[in-house]
Nanobody, 112 residues
Framework: QVLLTETGGGSVQIGGSLRLSCVAS?????MGWYRQAPKKERELVAT???????EYGNSMKDRFTISRDNDKKTVYLQMNNLKPEDTAVYFC?????????WGQGTQVTVPS
């Protein structure tokens, strides 16, 4: 089992920044973030493997940066220049032991 615990969500003004963190109970091969806005499908934000290979969703790389500390079993998402359309629940993701694992999610709100 892999437990994922997110922190760092909240409400921020347009143009502001937030950093999300997710601590895992063990080191998944791949960790990252997905998000789900109201009435929309869950979408990829970014992932990073244990050796540092990253993948970003469409248009995410412009303002978001993913990083990982394997010693701390933690993945981070730095989000800059936030916009109202970034409002969503952000879920930590892990891929380990041939399956997907999910955190409970943290709300990010950017009021218009």
């Amino acid at each position: 089992q892999v437990l994922l615990t997110e922190t760092g969500g909240g409400s921020v003004q347009i143009g502001g920044s937030l950093r999300l963190s997710c601590v895992a109970s063990r080191n998944p091969f791949k960790m990252g973030w997905y998000r789900q806005a109201p009435k929309k499908e869950r979408e990829l934000v970014a992932t990073v493997t244990v050796d540092g290979t990253t993948e970003y969703g469409n248009s995410m790389k412009d303002r978001f940066t993913i990083s990982r500390d394997n010693d701390k079993k933690t993945v981070y998402l730095q989000m800059n220049n936030l916009k109202p359309e970034d409002t969503a629940v952000y879920f930590c993701y892990g891929y380990h032991l041939w399956r997907d694992w999910w955190g409970q999610g943290t709300q990010v709100t950017v009021p218009s």
